[in-house]
């Protein structure tokens, strides 16, 4: 085999690392607090106030999706199967709000949340980190938590109808009659049982 008699000069990589100094440290702080505006016909304050209001609804989502997911997880029990299902029909319904709610917000102009902690500043559907729950306490806690979420999305739609805000409206609507049902579904569910097992 002939010796390779390439003479290329060794490349040493140059470094293209930018020096942080203090001017770029206040121009990268200077961005984060810029406004990612985009344009809307409603304008300035509906974006504000349809944003804030979606995106309290948008933290309870969040909040029930993983309480949802937790009974998922740990219910136990004659009903096991029953529940377990259950629990992961609904937990796929309310997850599938996030992205749609999060981005309504975005094509408002507004900011959406950015983090668990952000979530757990604004969510006003609390946690439940027992470390064991009876099945028929997650089906009573659930109803409530989605009746309660219900009365979240009712108040945002009032907010919509003052701007004439149709598309998140409209979206609202049908997460209203979703969160009925889970909460109809919960409520039956929990029903005791008359002296004929029926
Ligand atoms: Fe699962």
Redesign the pocket.
């Known amino acids: 085999m002939a010796k390779s008699t390439s003479t290329a000069k060794k490349v040493t990589p140059t470094t293209t690392v930018k020096k942080v100094t203090e001017k770029t440290i206040e121009q990268a702080k200077n961005l984060r607090k810029a406004p990612l505006l985009f344009p809307t016909d409603l304008g300035e304050k509906a974006s504000k106030d349809i944003s804030a209001a979606m995106n309290s609804v948008l933290a309870d989502v969040f909040a029930l999706y993983l309480k949802t997911?937790n009974f998922?997880?740990h219910v136990s029990g004659p009903h096991f199967r029953d529940y377990?299902l259950m629990f992961?029909d609904h937990g796929t319904e309310i997850f599938a709000m996030t992205d749609p709610i999060a981005e309504r917000v975005r094509k408002l102009g507004g900011t959406t949340l950015r983090s668990i902690g952000h979530i757990s500043k604004l969510q006003s559907i609390k946690d439940n980190d027992a470390d064991f729950v009876e099945p028929s306490d997650m089906l009573a806690e659930l109803c409530q938590d989605n009746i309660t979420l219900t009365s979240r999305l009712r108040a945002a739609h009032d907010i919509c109808g003052q701007y004439n805000d149709t598309a998140t409206a409209s979206l609202i609507e049908e997460w209203i009659n979703q969160a009925e049902q889970r909460a109809w579904f919960l409520f039956e569910t929990s029903r005791k049982s008359d002296s004929s097992g029926h």
């Open positions: 997911k998922h997880w377990h992961d």
